[in-house]
């Protein structure tokens, strides 16, 4: 069985509670490089525990608050202007997130939205408690009472032979 990698970047609030950054948590394995969240700080905790963007190939979305989700357009970014990216990125979550991260990207940075990368965004919102396969990862979205404006979603990854649930 192969061995998975678990690595905390970030696990604080919308608050900055206690000075922690937002939520972030890394999944590396032989199969995959994934992201759980990527809260508005996760660029941050990424270069400061040395994880290289290339690395990841996905960033899975709970929930569309900014402490969760607001990192994807520093993420993309810096992907297109510094890591230069060439590998697709696939970003999967609740139904309305492309909508809601191209907001958000034309809030930061204007125009960043309808800049045509070097590599290939694959949106995949996903329907609550139907398995999918994406990729090395199967992962399966169930519905959580928590309001961010589209549904929540607590989510159980399976990678590498290995059970996460977030
Ligand atoms: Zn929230």
Request: glycine letters at 10%.
């Amino acid at each position: 069985m192969n061995k998975i990698k678990v690595k905390f970047l970030g696990s604080g609030d919308a608050f900055g509670s206690g000075g922690r950054l937002q939520t972030c948590i890394y999944i590396e394995s032989d199969d995959t490089g994934l992201l759980l969240d990527c809260g508005a700080s996760a660029l941050i905790s990424m270069k400061q525990f040395g994880v290289r963007l290339p690395d990841i190939d996905s960033i899975f979305i709970t929930h569309l608050h900014g402490d969760h989700f607001g990192g994807i357009p520093f993420f993309i970014l810096d992907s297109q202007l510094i890591s230069r990216r060439t590998d697709p990125l696939l970003i999967a979550g609740p139904p309305g997130m492309k909508k809601r991260v191209l907001e958000a990207m034309e809030v930061h940075f204007p125009g960043s939205s309808r800049v045509k990368q070097k590599f290939e965004i694959i949106f995949e919102e996903l329907p609550p408690t139907v398995p999918t396969r994406l990729g090395a990862v199967n992962v399966t979205a169930y519905s959580a009472v928590h309001g961010s404006g589209a549904p929540s979603y607590a989510l159980r990854v399976e990678v590498s032979g290995k059970t996460i649930v977030l």
